[in-house]
């Protein structure tokens, strides 16, 4: 069967993560630290950006669904 070739965003946000394993561990210590330092900036405004780590986790998860769709590990 002919795989398509990888969008870019999927290569970037894959870079270092050479399995669907590892891939799925920077997704849940996105999540996990994202809620907590994000929480944390509700009373330390300098931690409140930590709320963009939840972009980082939705981009792995975005990218190890289209893995399991399109392509191989």
């Not at 590892?22 to 999540?31: D, F, G, P």
């Not at 780590?53 to 399109?70: E, F, K, N, S, T």
Request: proline share 5%; aromatic share 10%.
């Amino acid at each position: 069967m002919n795989q398509p070739p990888k969008p870019i965003w999927v290569r970037l946000v894959l870079l270092g993560a050479s399995s669907r394993g590892s891939a799925v561990a920077c997704c849940l210590i996105s999540l996990i630290l994202g809620v907590a330092i994000g929480l944390g900036g509700l009373w330390d405004r300098r931690l409140f950006p930590g709320f963009l780590l939840l972009v980082a986790a939705l981009g792995y998860w975005g990218a190890i669904r289209w893995m399991d769709r399109h392509d191989s590990w």
